[in-house]
């Protein structure tokens, strides 16, 4: 059986070529069982496109599907590709009114009178001019006579030897009825399924593995060429529907420990820190208060010793003409200083800017500070009166409860905050220029999207709207409003989080020009580009593609007067 | 969204009257006529236009008002969002004004592109005039001076109320200072002659006693030691307390000038204050965005798509202008309080009258002069002198072995009384010293 298996496969690439028939099968398919119409076709089905001028394209006839014994099964063809000529005639826009009105053209229902005109037989190699994604090539295949089989007690069947159309082999459905439903949904998958419709793949991928015990039956039951090329079709749907499974590290996912999760972990880190911190400097530390007086007292005593500062928060800052410092006690037990803007509490400041970036956004404003008496005296004004006091350096700090930074640590250019080195680097989005291509585009987006920067986001879709009234004629609004509105992004940044584990473009399409800037004076230059992605989400298989409603699949991008690309939809992810 | 649309919505609702701007709108309303389409569109786009125009001054009233406002709150990115709201307006107004249309001609797609396109690139160009952060630098200048100005005030009342603080501890010092050199000279005056009286007296029995043929006495003699031991020892004492506080006395003295040097250099580190805030915030700046804010509103007048729009643009431009120029008039007044009470003080160079307040240059000279006058040295030389030559009492008279003997005793008394003396006249010399030296350092921290 398995030989017969193997040597069905291959006999399905060449069915018409008899002479590739094994024995056991030419056993179970005899001549006698198929009969030959006198009508021809390519066993092929289309559907018109490109049939406006600025359709990207040549004009022509998409393949929707192939038939099981199409004499181009086993050629180069594939559904979705556009066949713009034959035997070296090409379609031209001119003619489609004809060939719609007759449905002449290949594909087309009533293919046949084409080849009744054009000395079409059974057998006859024909050239179809074929392009796809802007390249054009030849496809050679064969004509074939439209066939009627039977099974060997002389019922109707869909391929030679079975299955019997009517017959439902306990099964809910006639296989004739099974077929063309199984043919209908496998042409919407395989012919750009998830470009043109909105297809969940994964409850199209359940239902379609509740269909395998179905073509499991038609192997062992109907062994043959039909059933080879039902087998081969059901597997290829599969593999659509599955897609490829990706590689996602705990690294990739870095993005997603951003904020809560992060921000715990580093708070866990500053307690320890400053503990030690301060441990390896306790011989160093004295009472804070009461504080030397910086005119009168002993200041060298105090000088380099260390003090541990309270927790200060908005209300201990003043500003002096702008220039902020941090004030720490009163006029009882006296009064120390922080600059804000002394290199040492710029590092802090560097760090809180670098917690923000990789850990989270939200940071409490209170400085913990940990500081060395410098023994500089400092007069400062207090909101009604000046004070003297001593000038403290900031050694270390804990910031909103959450951060501790040693600013001692790390090197010239910057202090680290503890537990900053445990932390995988998650990338910055830089902006993505003016030339930057519409794949790079949506790369922006989707890094901007998963580190949160929505600035950034919102800045990659188009301000502009194209009012398109079709035949040239449009309105076209520079200042519209920004696709990427709020919603949009909460949504966006949800799934990111969420179900959407990675966002993959998997083909950046044709650039088509909507606006040539001739319609009117005063008319802009509009391209337009789509741009297919792919959402990575988690299964039990792994981490594979996924589809529905809350993700786009394709992306629509638009640039004005040859300026950078933007994206048009309003779609968050 | 809601916000935008509702400010859209308010901003273009149709049915309000207008007065200024309208050279764009006459021109645009002019081209409507000119241009090709159906009676219907054109009803439809002129309407449009009215709504647009009404809106249109709104906007730039609103416009006005941001760069009025006289807060410190940042104004420059509302006012180019405000102009990116007006640009979203006129292109939805005339956007809605097609969507009513079935099929609309090339003709009217073309006017109402062209025409959005014109007066999306108007409101950039105005979005992307610096007025805005003009107006933002010139407050927030003027707002810090104001407050620095105020700070100033504050730490200058406090270095003076420190700086008189201490001077008037010095002072107080060196009263005390002179009290003790009242008392112990005063002493030391009269110790001196009774002193030499008493050895006078003794010296002169034990001659005539020796003329006599008498022969003196080891007792004799060692008695009249003993009795000018007994005036000397007050003396002696005296001195050693004297130069004890003399020498604590100096040494609160150096602190008081270590203390005032200090002040001094936080009155330095004041002044540093005021050089970096003016690196920021000095008022050429301000006006400096003033002028930068003139030249790109003058440039965005001149860029307009057609005449009509630099026409409103001229006449906008100089709304805000006018608007612009009360902040920097006030700002000016501001800086020029700033300037009035701190030149000399913490900014620029010192100022005589500054410099003599801190350091009281006149008043300390007549301090050093006043020590000085005591011409305690000289005294403290002519007492050593008494010291060295037994007060200037004759002993030669006295037989050899008696003078032996009597000069043997006096100079272990006599070296007691100059060893204190020289302590005094080094203790002396200190505190000439620290004030004359020491307060050339305190000056030399101002110079």
């Known amino acids: ?573 | 969204m809601k916000t935008l649309l509702l400010i859209i919505a308010l901003l273009f609702a149709p049915g309000t009257a207008f007065a200024d701007w309208d050279a764009r709108k006459s021109e645009a309303m002019s081209e409507l006529e000119k241009a090709t389409m159906t009676d219907v569109e054109r009803a439809a786009l002129k309407k449009a236009l009215e709504t647009y125009f009404g809106g249109r001054e709104d906007c730039f009233e609103g416009l006005i008002e941001v760069i009025a406002k006289t807060d410190e709150s940042a104004q420059a990115a509302t006012f180019r969002d405000r102009a990116g709201v007006c640009a979203v307006g006129a292109n939805q107004v005339l956007s809605r004004a097609l969507d009513g249309i079935n099929d609309p001609t090339i003709g009217a797609l073309g006017f109402s592109t062209v025409f959005s396109t014109h007066e999306a690139s108007f409101y950039q160009s105005l979005a992307a005039v610096s007025i805005g952060d003009a107006r933002d630098q010139i407050i927030t200048i003027a707002t810090r001076l104001e407050d620095m100005t105020e700070v100033l005030d504050g730490k200058w009342q406090t270095l003076l109320g420190e700086d008189k603080s201490l001077d008037e501890r010095a002072k107080k010092e060196i009263e005390e200072i002179r009290k003790d050199y009242d008392t112990v000279l005063r002493e030391a005056a009269e110790a001196h002659p009774d002193m030499a009286e008493f050895l006078v007296a003794q010296v002169k029995k034990i001659v005539e006693s020796e003329l006599l043929d008498i022969k003196t006495g080891n007792d004799k003699i060692d008695a009249v030691i003993d009795g000018f031991k007994a005036l000397a020892v007050v003396l002696i004492t005296r001195w050693e307390q004297t130069n004890t506080r003399m020498g604590a006395r100096a040494n609160s003295y150096r602190a008081l000038f270590a203390s005032e040097i200090r002040v001094l250099v936080m009155f330095e580190d004041v002044r540093d204050d005021v050089k970096d805030f003016l690196a920021e915030n000095d008022w050429p700046k301000a006006e400096t965005a003033y002028a930068n804010a003139k030249s790109s509103l003058d440039s965005f007048a001149s860029s307009g798509k057609t005449s009509g729009q630099s026409s409103d643009a001229a006449e906008l431009r100089n709304d805000l202008m006018e608007k612009l120029a009360v902040h920097l008039k006030s700002g000016a007044d501001i800086y020029s309080k700033f300037v009035s009470k701190n030149r000399g003080r913490f900014e620029g160079a010192l100022g005589p009258d500054i410099k003599e307040q801190l350091i009281e240059h006149r008043e300390w000279e007549q301090y050093a002069n006043y020590i000085e006058g005591y011409g305690l040295d000289s005294k403290l030389r002519a007492w050593h002198q008494d010291g060295t030559n037994y007060f200037g009492v004759d002993l030669d008279d006295l037989k050899p072995e008696t003078r032996d003997r009597l000069k043997t005793g006096l100079r272990q008394i006599i070296e007691q009384l100059l060893k204190e003396l020289k302590v005094a006249e080094e203790a002396a010399k200190t505190i000439e010293k620290l004030v004359e030296d020491e307060r050339e350092d305190v000056e030399d921290e101002l110079n």
């Open chain 1, 1 to 573: 059986m398995g030989r017969v298996f193997r040597s069905s496969i291959l006999c399905a690439l060449v069915f018409l070529v008899a002479a590739c028939i094994p024995a056991q099968l030419k056993k179970l398919v005899t001549p006698d069982k198929t009969k030959l119409q006198d009508s021809v076709s390519s066993g092929l089905e289309t559907t018109e496109e490109a049939s406006e001028e600025r359709d990207i394209g040549p004009y022509g006839y998409r393949v929707t599907w192939i038939n099981w014994d199409s004499g181009f099964r086993g050629t180069d063809l594939r559904i979705g590709d556009r066949i713009t000529g034959v035997d070296g005639h090409p379609y031209t826009r001119e003619e489609r009114k004809e060939l719609l009105a007759h449905g002449s053209a290949i594909g087309n229902y009533a293919e046949s009178t084409y080849w009744e005109k054009h000395g079409g037989r059974e057998g006859k190699r024909i050239t179809l001019q074929v392009w796809r994604k802007g390249k054009t090539f030849d496809v050679t295949g064969t004509l074939r006579a439209d066939r009627f089989y039977y099974t060997r007690d002389d019922k109707q069947a869909l391929g030679p030897g079975g299955p019997p159309r009517m017959e439902r082999d306990g099964f809910d459905a006639a296989w004739t009825s099974w077929y063309d439903r199984f043919v209908f949904e496998a042409s919407k998958i395989l012919d750009g399924g998830f470009r043109r419709h909105s297809i969940n793949n994964r409850v199209a991928l359940e239902a379609l593995l509740a269909e395998k015990p179905r073509i499991d039956h038609l192997l062992a039951s109907y062994p043959g060429p039909f059933a080879d090329t039902a087998k081969q079709d059901w597997q290829a749907v599969h593999d659509v529907l599955l897609g490829t499974e990706r590689t996602i590290t705990e690294s990739d996912l870095e993005y997603r420990r951003l904020g809560e999760q992060r921000a715990a972990e580093i708070k866990t880190a500053a307690g320890t820190a400053r503990e030690a911190f301060l441990a390896a400097r306790k011989k160093d530390i004295i009472e804070m208060f009461p504080a030397v007086d910086p005119i009168d007292g002993d200041v060298e005593k105090v000088k380099g010793k260390i003090i541990v500062l309270p927790a200060m928060t908005n209300r201990d800052w003043i500003s002096e003409g702008g220039h902020g410092y941090l004030v720490a006690g009163d006029g009882q037990r006296g009064f120390y200083f922080v600059d804000s803007r002394a290199p040492a509490f710029v590092r802090v400041l560097y760090a809180e800017y670098r917690y923000k970036q990789q850990v989270s956004p939200t940071l409490g404003n209170t400085y913990a500070l940990i500081g060395r008496i410098t023994g500089a005296p400092s007069l400062r004004y207090l909101g009604d009166y000046a004070v003297t006091g001593l000038e403290v350096e900031v050694i270390g700090a804990t910031v909103g409860d959450a951060m501790f930074v040693d600013v001692g640590s790390g090197d010239e250019k910057e202090a680290r905050f503890a537990g900053q080195e445990t932390l995988a680097k998650v990338g910055g989005v830089k902006p993505p220029g003016a030339r930057a291509t519409p794949t790079q585009v949506m790369e922006a987006m989707f890094a901007a999207l998963k580190i949160g920067d929505q600035e950034m986001w919102g800045s990659l879709f188009a301000p502009w709207y194209l009012s398109d009234y079709g035949g040239g004629r449009f309105a076209y609004y520079p200042a519209w409003n920004q696709a990427g509105g709020p919603n949009d992004w909460i949504r966006a940044r949800r799934l990111i989080l969420d179900t959407v584990y990675d966002v993959e473009i998997v083909d950046e399409g044709i650039v088509q020009r909507l606006t040539h800037g001739t319609e009117f004076k005063g008319a802009p230059v509009i391209d337009q580009v789509l741009v297919e992605v792919e959402h990575i989400g988690k299964f039990p298989e792994g981490y594979l593609p996924f589809t529905g409603v809350d993700v786009r699949r394709v992306w629509t991008l638009q640039r004005v007067d040859g300026g950078p690309w933007r994206i048009t939809d309003q779609r968050g992810i």
